[in-house]
């Protein structure tokens, strides 16, 4: 969306003037339950469809995140009665303005930011792409875990995380719909890609030889099983290669 102007972020102490302004928006931090007149401005840094897998795969909505010029994170949750509407609108690493949501407490289980609430699209939401005089803002931000904060989490479903490592080997087999994949993080821990996660990996093996390379992974659920840990892909899991994602140079220099 064009303006001409750059939009204003706002905080809980602006006046109603401003927060009512037309090119003012909210930042994630500054954000209040319930559905009220709040726009908010950020990057659009990843989306992926999201299925019940308690109930036969069913579609439930698109899974959408987030990130500020404050360098925060959050998620938001376009349902499905609403995909068709919003989904040609999504396009990774653009710069979009939210209107019209509801603003709820994050589920307790499965977080994939550090933020206390999520954005959900109703039936007045709008999506727009600043095209220009927008903030300026990270081309990409992960929620990077350790060995150690891994074991914690491990089966507890409170936090599905991103990781960094070195792949040490893989099975790959073009028939079986999961993917193991040893990675080293400071200890090797096996990776298991399932469905679209391991399509997306054959599809990346194809391309070139990732065998010996660094990687990042999202939104990955670790679990311990006889005193190992293993990490699941999840709907949310992507993977990244660039050695400039600072994630990715901080593990080299460690």
């Not at 909210?26 to 469809?49: H, K, P, Y």
């Not at 840990?229 to 660039?242: A, I």
Request: charged fraction near 20%; aromatic fraction near 8%; glycine fraction near 6%.
């Amino acid at each position: 969306m064009a303006s001409s102007a750059a939009p204003v972020p706002t905080t809980a102490v602006d006046t109603a003037a401003d927060a009512n302004a037309a090119v003012a928006y909210s930042t994630f931090n500054s954000l209040r339950l319930g559905r009220s007149a709040q726009s908010v401005v950020g990057r659009l840094i990843r989306f992926w469809d999201t299925q019940n897998v308690n109930k036969n795969g069913d579609f439930m909505g698109i899974t959408i995140l987030l990130l500020d010029e404050q360098d925060s994170v959050i998620n938001g949750f376009i349902p499905a009665n609403l995909t068709s509407q919003h989904r040609s609108s999504l396009k990774a690493g653009s710069i979009v303005r939210l209107d019209g949501f509801e603003v709820d407490r994050i589920p307790h289980m499965y977080k994939i930011t550090e933020h206390q609430f999520v954005i959900r699209f109703i039936s007045s939401t709008r999506i727009d792409e600043v095209l220009a005089d927008g903030p300026v803002i990270k081309s990409d931000k992960f929620m990077v875990r350790r060995i150690d904060h891994l074991q914690v989490l491990a089966n507890t479903n409170l936090e599905l995380s991103d990781v960094v490592g070195e792949i040490q080997s893989n099975c790959c087999s073009p028939t079986n719909r999961n993917v193991s994949v040893y990675i080293f993080l400071t200890v090797t821990v096996n990776v298991y890609l399932w469905d679209e996660s391991a399509s997306i990996f054959r599809g990346l093996l194809k391309a070139g030889d990732k065998s010996q390379s660094l990687v990042l992974l999202t939104s990955v659920n670790p679990k311990l099983f006889g005193g190992e840990l293993y990490l699941n892909s999840t709907q949310g899991t992507r993977f990244f290669f660039d050695t400039a994602v600072p994630e990715i140079a901080e593990f080299v220099a460690r």
